[in-house]
């Protein structure tokens, strides 16, 4: 029993968290809507004073500790579609289990600026997911989806690739400000279950 305590005890000393925003690198890239999760993430680095100071692991990053909690705040530099090898690279580094990592992305699905947690689950067609998901080797990790619905009289990578109007951003700023919350939540120790309930 002592000993279980121990490890117990170890677990919780070293745990870590990882938040990653995705998106595409580079200027051509900045803003549009396939980088919502880059704005997301950009948010709270600005509300916190934080600065992504590190590049290694394919990846933007920095490290910093809050209530005795290490975090990770990642931005993938491998575009969208290979997203995965940046966050299996950190969360090798750090022995980051899965359900650790809370992964931002935008979503088709959902009207624009509209949130959803989920704890695990399928890629939804996502591209940059599906890379997550074939090198974590699971599913099990969780995701905050922001809504940016899908186009209606142009292409789908057109849609992506473009900025919102100054209506559309509007309500992914709200978004972006409740992922703030949604964020120290998780890192926190919140389980999905509370996020889901809290937030969806």
């Not at 590049?55 to 490290?63: R, Y």
């Not at 575009?79 to 940046?86: A, D, H, L, P, Y």
């Not at 690279?89 to 289990?97: H, I, L, R």
Request: proline share 3%; no cysteine; aromatic share 8%.
């Amino acid at each position: 029993m002592l000993e279980l305590m121990r490890l117990t005890r170890k677990r919780v000393i070293n745990s870590m968290k990882i938040i990653a925003g995705l998106g595409n690198p580079g200027a051509k890239y900045d803003r549009t809507k396939h980088n919502t999760g880059f704005m997301a993430l950009e948010t709270y680095l600005k509300k916190n004073s934080l600065t992504l100071d590190k590049n290694k692991f394919e990846g933007l990053w920095t490290k910093f500790r809050v209530n005795g909690e290490d975090v990770v705040l990642l931005e993938p530099q491998t575009f969208m579609n290979e997203s995965g090898r940046s966050i299996s690279q950190v969360a090798n580094f750090f022995k980051v289990d899965p359900e650790d990592i809370l992964v931002i992305h935008d979503d088709m699905d959902m009207p624009i600026g509209k949130i959803r947690i989920r704890a695990n689950g399928k890629s939804g067609g996502h591209n940059g997911i599906k890379s997550i998901i074939r090198d974590l080797g699971t599913e099990k990790f969780n995701r905050l989806k922001i809504g940016i619905r899908h186009p209606e009289k142009v292409s789908v990578v057109s849609w992506v690739l473009t900025p919102f109007n100054k209506e559309q951003q509007e309500l992914m700023d709200q978004a972006f400000e409740a992922s703030v919350n949604i964020i120290d939540d998780f890192i926190a120790g919140r389980d999905s279950q509370y996020l889901m309930n809290k937030y969806n």
